[in-house]
């Protein structure tokens, strides 16, 4: 199917990028019926303060926009969580064409992109750099996106691309509330993994919601504008930018919903 031709399509993501004896590695296929239904699991609270936006920046994987984690102002907490995790920041995967370009997928279908808010736990931690290497250290909320209707809150951020289209731009990016990118329908899938770029490391509890949320053709056309290189080297588009599917191994998905 699709998604082998991609893997086969991009070396890149192959050879450097597969981390030796990983036992919990991202990103996986969620097959539905093979997850389990965890009656224990609470609802998701996210709680994120527009304020603690600090800027937008292209940083040769993706764009990325920053956000203040000095405080507890922008925190997630329930779901399979024991404490609250603070937001660092959130960045995108997407495809050159919408028949890929998600790095999770859910029984083998795959999204044109795929958000990651990306928190870390200031209780066993005292900085993200820290909890990276840490054992649950983070939690990366996954939400799918769809090609569909045109996202008014995503526009406010596609809007500022073209001021990061190439590497290490960086562009002020004051007041956006990401909660308006993770969809109102609590269910939710969630399992042991790791980061899905460099360093790899197997420190990330994920939450992959079930339900996309819908994007426009020209909205993803604008991530495809955006460049891997810098200003001045030969131009690349940043596309493809997503890990191959890694083995399932001895985990059990559980789910938050019947
Ligand atoms: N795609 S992912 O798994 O959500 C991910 C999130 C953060 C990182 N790394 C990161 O933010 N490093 C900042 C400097 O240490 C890598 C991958
Ligand atoms: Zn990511």
């Known amino acids: 199917s699709s ?15 597969s981390v030796s004896g990983g036992t919990r590695q991202s990103p996986i296929n969620i097959q539905w019926r093979d997850s389990v239904y965890d009656p224990q699991l609470k609802p998701l609270k996210i709680h994120y303060d527009p304020d603690t936006c600090l800027y937008i920046w292209n940083n040769g994987y993706s764009f990325q ?6 405080t507890d102002k922008s925190v997630i907490m329930g779901g399979p969580l024991e404490n609250h995790y603070r937001l660092k920041q959130f960045h995108f995967h997407w495809g050159a064409i919408n028949e890929w370009g998600s790095e ?7 999204f044109p992109a795929e958000l990651h808010l990306v928190h870390w736990n200031p209780v066993k931690s005292t900085s993200f750099e820290e ?36 590497k290490d731009a960086i562009v002020e990016f004051d007041v956006f509330d990401p909660s308006c990118l993770v969809p109102s329908c609590p269910d939710y899938w969630t399992y042991d993994g790791s980061l899905t770029t460099p360093p790899l490391t197997e420190s990330v509890t994920w939450i992959i919601k079930k339900t996309p949320i819908e994007v426009d053709q020209n909205q993803l056309e604008e991530f495809r504008m955006l460049l891997f290189t810098s200003a001045g080297q030969e131009e690349k588009r940043m ?14 998905v559980r789910s938050s919903f019947r």
């Open 239 to 252: 596309v493809d930018n997503f890990r191959p599917l890694q083995p399932l191994m001895n985990r059990t």
């Open 65 to 70: 926009v920053e956000f203040d984690d000095s």
């Open 104 to 110: 999770h997928m859910v029984d083998s279908k795959v």
């Open 3 to 17: 998604y082998r031709l991609r893997d086969a399509l991009h070396p890149l993501w192959q050879s450097e990028f």
């Open 131 to 166: 909890a990276i290497m840490e054992n649950n250290g983070l939690v990366v909320i996954g939400v799918f996106l769809k090609l569909g209707a045109h996202h008014a809150g995503l526009q406010k951020l596609v809007d500022a691309l073209p001021a990061v289209k190439h």
